[in-house]
């Protein structure tokens, strides 16, 4: 008959499992090696550059694990082959996004002098010399448009989360699906169901017009992002409200939205930065207009605009101006997505 | 106590609403069918502003690949038809999903399975933000950094594969081919068949992945037996997605793909073009007739990628409900 | 209860009759003592053995200084209340406790004298030599019932010379091959509970495991279904070692020949005492068990 003690000395907690030093030294060999490899390919075929290196890398890889591991049978070789090859897939996808970044950086960084951000191109053609000139009146007509477009988007954006949610009315699949439909309409076809209407009808161009055009695009955003926001909410609060004798409206706007405020920030921020780099829909709306003006009901600058017709141009100071642009939009974009991202885990961690 | 043979029938429960809550829910209602106005409005004015258009070709609008104005003044003399561009919306959008779904599923796996945990959020983050760099940044560096490049490999593929129809040119000169504004579409809805493929690759359920690490599987094969399977749906419903954005980008296939009136196959060939740069291309200076016409190319494009979505949407819903 | 000792040493199959699990009567127990007696003179070399086992999530520490011996071709129970870490210790038998993010371990687990968690030592290896079945039946469903009971060599990529002779095998010895003959080719999902946890039975069997661990494989189960189950697991005890969690006592005192009783009381789980059944049910050395195997709590 055997009775156990627990022992008061507790031992250290250890993980067999992870990866060892042997594993570390495996991999650094096995990538040596590719490297290696890679670069004999290199020199004997005709490919060249990074992406050449990094192709011959991606072929010795898989085929380098698979031989260091064939001898311990066909069911390891197989995983690390497949190892090799997802990291490496996944490795070859980044590669555009960095360079990206850093292209944008790099070439839209010379089209900055000190007063790029404050000067319109009103006196400026966009082949004229860099140091004249700036972004002022695009960044403003953005702004512009893109407060317009949010004033609309995002109170119906909500009001549609909230009657999925709230409501849970008899069309709630409907409306789910049918934002989920307009999601996927082509920004031009926005842009085109506005000139057919707004355009037409009130003889112009317009901020307005552009704006509009910008609320199609963002409201199926906001509608999503609110909707799984709203999910978060627990009943109990709903109960707890109903019990106290609130009527619904009442529990909504008092207990439910507020609650969730800053996620609902959040699907607001989402939405703008889905649009904010929208450009086909102004071409056909907003069109554009070389100085700073606030007046909804003529044409107006935005920054995709600006980045879009300078290009046109085929000239080395207008491309470098669009490259500026670039910078200054993925700017804009960076920001409002730190801000979305802080405030969602301020929220989570509540 | 409720019995089956209760004399007793079960009473039914009315909520009632108060005034003020019915004129909310009837507020909220119709703010909610907004989405359904503008979709209905969408249809009803391309249609409306396009309709001569399709009186006057009809079918052919949209297999006749010619693009001809004829006499402004007259426009009995104009052959207008939008076949080479849906063709060249199609190939791209193909040669966009081809290229994008295979390296989709793969980050999807490394992202949800590979890589380590603090790796993960930090790649999910990333994921939402590349989603969200403007189409018209990704069209200048198309234009400007990968546009040389697949020059580069055109001229190799043209080399050794030019036996096979589609990698044949006419004359050996490459540039803005559908191979190029196909490669950077792939580019650009990489991250949305990403994120579809690596939220339903994490819904896997957790019961039959143990059950494959117990039977002595590795890694690979519980994602080759459990993962694959389960998500394949998913999958095909996170690249007829991309497939729709793919369809109706505008501004980077304008800036990377020679707009030319032909149907074209050759992919390296510097001509092509889709629906959507179409319109931005001929709507600066479209005389009132081709106006219409591009108003009735909107509709057809409109109707497209509804179908797309409509059939991605139930596909991806559908996997979901399966969880 | 003597429907099951005429069965234990033939494959007819019971009618399809709902038996309620009875309380274990005196018969049985005379019955597992005999052999439990037969079974104290196993060299103590061979088997599974824990040696101060701990378990932690995080910095939750789940498990603390498990010492358990688990002889060849014998079955041992794991009782005790919920999260008492009975699972927790069964999945540090095969390795299954890594997956978990942030898990960490201390101790030894012997398998034939060896230490599993050693540098060197390939967990699949382990996983395919030490067999689990799940709570929750589990078979693929992309896979029909046959291709179920060799998935583990199809994942494991092993060839086998005659697969249909080891899939009969397998369902045979898992009880389930008379129900299931005639349609091999239905999807694993369309059998009923019970037939889907003997299926998994088949499964893990297939890879002709050494040690069969079993995490409360009845719990989902009817009593006519565990009752089957509860056959096959004394079955295969003839050929090899078996560890069941559970917390039906009835069950424990039925199939196994050893029980070890866990106990959390606030702090980490821990063993409170392991014995032969029969003097975990009728004389236990402890208060503590003593009130649980009663029903007096858990």
Not at chain 1, 60 to 70: D, E, K, W
Not at chain 3, 143 to 154: S, T
Request: hydrophobic share 50%; proline share 4%; charged share 15%.
């Amino acid at each position: 008959m055997t009775t156990y003690e627990t022992s008061t000395v507790v031992p250290a907690p250890r993980r067999p499992w992870d990866h060892t030093r042997s594993t570390a030294v495996r991999v650094a060999v096995l990538v040596f090696l590719s490297g290696i490899f890679s670069s004999v390919i290199n020199g004997l075929t005709g490919l060249s550059g990074f992406l050449g290196w990094y192709l011959g890398l991606a072929f010795a890889l898989p085929v380098i694990a698979f031989v260091g591991s064939v001898r311990h049978g066909w069911n390891l070789a197989s995983d690390r082959i497949a190892t090799a090859l997802i990291t490496v897939a996944f490795a070859a996808v980044t590669i555009p996004w960095v360079s990206i970044f850093v292209t944008v950086y790099q070439k839209g960084s010379k089209a900055f002098h000190a007063k790029y951000l404050t000067d319109d191109m009103r006196i400026t053609p966009s082949s004229d010399l860099i140091q004249y000139g700036g972004v002022a009146h695009a960044i403003i007509g953005t702004l512009i448009m893109v407060l317009i477009a949010s004033l609309i988007a995002v109170p119906l954006g909500i009001l549609a989360a909230v009657y999925i949610v709230e409501i849970k009315g008899r069309f709630a699949k409907l409306v789910r699906f049918l934002t989920q439909a307009m999601s996927g309409v082509p920004s031009i076809v926005a842009g085109l169901f506005i000139y057919a209407t707004v355009v037409v009808f009130f003889g112009g161009f317009s901020a307005w017009a552009g704006a509009l055009s910008l609320v199609i695009l963002m409201l199926p955003t906001v509608a999503r992002t609110s909707e799984e926001i709203l999910k978060i909410v627990p009943d109990d609060l709903r109960t707890a409200s109903y019990a106290l004798g609130a009527t619904q409206a009442r529990t909504t706007f008092r207990v439910v939205l507020p609650t969730v405020a800053s996620g609902l920030v959040t699907a607001a921020v989402l939405g703008i930065a889905r649009v904010v780099g929208e450009t086909a829909p102004l071409i056909l709306t907003a069109s554009y207009f070389v100085a700073k003006s606030t007046s909804l009901t003529e044409p107006i600058a935005s920054l995709p605009i600006y980045i879009f017709s300078s290009l046109g141009l085929g000239d080395d100071n207008a491309t470098t101006r669009a490259w500026g642009g670039s910078l200054v939009l993925l700017g804009v974009v960076f920001i409002l997505f730190a801000i979305a991202r802080t405030i969602s885990t301020r929220l989570s961690r509540k | 106590m409720q019995t089956t043979d209760s004399p007793v029938a079960p009473r039914e429960v009315h909520t009632y609403y108060t005034r003020v809550d019915r004129v909310f829910r009837g507020f909220v209602a119709a703010s909610a069918l907004f989405s359904l106005v503008v979709l209905m409005l969408i249809a009803a004015f391309l249609l409306y502003r396009g309709f001569e258009i399709f009186s006057d070709f009809g079918f052919g609008f949209i297999t006749n690949s010619k693009w001809d104005i004829g006499n402004p003044e007259d426009t009995s003399t104009a052959v207008l038809g939008i076949g080479a561009m849906l063709v060249g919306s199609v190939i791209t959008a193909f040669i966009a999903i081809i290229v994008a779904v295979p390296f989709a599923m793969a980050s999807a796996l490394f992202i949800e399975f590979y890589a380590p945990r603090f790796l993960r959020t930090v790649l999910t983050a990333v994921l939402d933000l590349v989603a969200a760099i403007p189409s018209v940044i990704y069209g200048i560096w198309g234009y400007v950094v990968l546009l040389p490049l697949v020059e580069d490999w055109s001229g190799t593929l043209y080399k050794y594969l030019n036996w096979i129809p589609i990698f044949d040119v006419q004359t050996p000169i490459f540039g803005r081919s559908p191979l190029l504004a196909g490669l950077l579409l792939a580019i650009m809805i990489l991250p949305i068949v990403t994120s579809v493929a690596r939220e339903v690759y994490g819904q896997a359920p957790r019961d039959l992945i143990d059950a494959s690490y117990a039977l002595g599987g590795t890694k690979w094969a519980g994602i080759r037996t459990v993962v694959l399977p389960f998500g394949k749906s998913g999958l095909v419903g996170g690249a007829m997605l991309g497939l729709g954005r793919a369809m109706g980008e505008t501004v980077a296939v304008y800036l990377t793909l020679n707009l030319v009136f032909k149907t074209n196959f050759q992919i390296l060939a510097s001509a092509g073009g889709n629906v959507a740069s179409l319109i931005a291309n001929k709507f600066g200076e479209a005389t009132a007739y081709e106006l219409k016409a591009l108003m009735a190319a909107g509709l057809v494009l409109f109707l497209v990628t509804l179908l797309v979505n409509f059939l991605a949407t139930v596909i991806v819903n559908r996997s979901r409900k399966i969880v | 209860m003597t429907r099951m000792d005429n069965n234990m040493n033939n494959d007819v199959s019971i009618p399809e009759v709902i038996v309620p699990s009875m309380p274990a009567d005196q018969s049985q127990m005379e019955d597992r003592t005999q052999r439990n007696a037969e079974n104290l003179e196993v060299s103590r070399r061979g088997g599974l053995e824990a040696v101060g086992v701990h378990a932690w999530f995080n910095k939750h520490h789940a498990l603390a200084d498990v010492s358990l011996h688990f002889p060849e071709n014998t079955v041992t129970g794991l009782i005790g209340p919920s999260g008492c870490g009975k699972s927790t210790f069964l999945r540090l038998l095969n390795r299954m406790h890594e997956f978990i993010p942030k898990a960490a371990m201390a101790g030894e687990v012997l398998f034939e004298g060896n230490d599993i968690y050693a540098p060197g030592v390939n967990p699949i290896e382990i996983r395919r030599r030490i067999g689990m079945v799940f709570q929750k039946a589990n078979p693929f469903p992309a896979m029909n019932i046959g291709e179920n009971v060799v998935a583990g060599l199809k994942l494991a990529r092993v060839k086998t010379d005659d697969k249909d002779a080891l899939i009969e095998e397998c369902l045979t010895r898992a009880g389930l091959w008379n129900e299931v003959k005639d349609r091999l080719n239905a999807p694993g999902g369309s059998l009923s509970g019970g037939q889907q946890q003997r299926l998994c039975i088949a499964r893990a069997l297939a890879l002709k495991p050494e040690v069969l661990l079993l995490d409360e494989p009845c719990s989902a189960l009817d009593p006519g279904s565990t009752l089957r189950v509860e056959e096959t697991i004394v079955q295969l005890s003839q050929t090899m070692t078996i560890v069941i969690v559970t917390h039906n006592m009835q069950q424990a005192a039925r199939v196994s020949d050893y029980c070890a009783f866990f106990l959390s009381e606030g702090g980490p789980g821990h063993l409170v005492e392991a014995d032969l059944t029969t003097n975990i049910f009728s004389n236990p050395s402890d208060q503590r068990t003593a009130d649980y195997v009663q029903g007096r709590f858990g």
